[in-house]
């Protein structure tokens, strides 16, 4: 059974870091793109991040950019989101995501993911 989970999330003050791992189980998933996506309460799902299978591509939303930041370990535990100076606004679940056939075009998008993880909470007090 294909499995993700996330871990690393907790309550942090504004401006402080977090890193928040995926560990996958069940498959292989060095060939797959994967992601980090959050959802804060009253509040869509957002994409945060993306990686390349190769980890030669990364991709952010506009939010983040210059403050986070996405790597894969394809031989230990897959995938990181390093979350920098966060601000209270980032307060959310945030998910890890796997996709086998994601074109660069389509990384924000969460219904081209197979695999979703259960989340893990961040909360940034101010």
């Known amino acids: 059974q294909v499995q993700l989970v996330e871990s690393g999330g907790g309550l942090v003050q504004a401006g402080g870091s977090l890193r928040l791992s995926c560990a996958a189980s069940g498959s292989t998933f060095s060939s797959y793109t994967m992601g980090w996506f959050r959802q804060a309460p009253g509040k869509e799902r957002e994409f945060v991040a993306a990686?390349?299978?190769?980890?030669?591509?990364?991709y952010y939303a506009g939010s983040v950019k210059g403050r986070f930041t996405i790597s894969r370990d394809n031989a230990k535990n897959p995938m990181y989101l390093q979350m920098n100076s966060l601000k209270p606004e980032d307060t959310a679940v945030y998910y890890c995501?796997?996709?086998?056939?994601?074109?660069?075009?389509?990384?924000?998008?969460?219904?081209?993911?197979?695999?979703w993880g259960q989340g893990t909470q961040v909360t940034v007090s101010s």
């Open positions: 995501a796997a996709g086998a056939k994601i074109r660069p075009g389509t990384v924000v998008a969460s219904r081209g993911y197979d695999y």
């Open positions: 990686i390349s299978w190769s980890g030669g591509s990364t």
